[in-house]
Structures are given as C-alpha cells and as structure tokens.
C-alpha cells in the first residue's frame, strides 16, 4: 500500500482515492456538507483554506491545504508504482 502526502503531516492510502477536486464548485460544497452530516469528513486543512478535495472510496471526503496543482502529480507517482507492482510492468 503506497501512502501519499496531503500536507503539513498528513497522509492517505494512493489505493483508496477515487477523485481529486476543487472545492469551488456547487456540487462539491454540498458533498462537503453531506459527509460532515454523515461524519465521514476529514479536515486535514490544519487550520487552513481548503484547496482540495479528496475522495475516498470508503465514503470518506478528505480536505487539505495543499492545491490539486501539487496533489496530483503526487497521486500520479504513487498510481504509477502501484501499477507496476500489480502488472509487472
């Protein structure tokens, strides 16, 4: 399982991501709403603005500090490796 960095200390499993989103949009605020009401939010932002969003395939919405500029090649290296272990490519 190959964990990856959101920033300033947290981590999260590469497998388990379905999505990386802005959190600008309409329907993301209101799945940011519906997984605080379900309490399946993770607020790892520690304190600062929300510049993505991430979710997880057990249901769980992440938020973090950190831009998708920067999220996304970070996810990209960790799909990649993860690839070449389970097709030997």
Same mark, same amino acid.
């Given at each position: 399982m190959e964990f990856v960095s959101i920033g300033y200390g947290g981590i999260v499993a590469a497998d388990r991501l379905i999505a990386v989103v802005s959190p600008e949009s309409a329907p993301v605020k209101r799945l940011v709403t519906e997984a605080r009401e379900?309490?399946?939010?993770?607020?790892?932002? %520690? #304190?600062?603005?929300?510049? +993505?969003?991430?979710?997880?395939?057990?249901?769980?919405?992440?938020?973090?500090?950190?831009?998708?500029?920067?999220?996304?090649?970070? %996810? #990209?290296?960790?799909?990649? +490796?993860?690839?070449?272990?389970?097709?030997?490519?």
């Open positions: 379900r309490s399946m939010l993770i607020d790892a932002t %520690f #304190g600062r603005k929300t510049r +993505a969003v991430l979710v997880m395939d057990s249901d769980h919405v992440i938020l973090s500090g950190l831009p998708l500029e920067k999220l996304a090649p970070r %996810f #990209g290296a960790a799909i990649g +490796a993860w690839e070449e272990e389970t097709h030997g490519e």
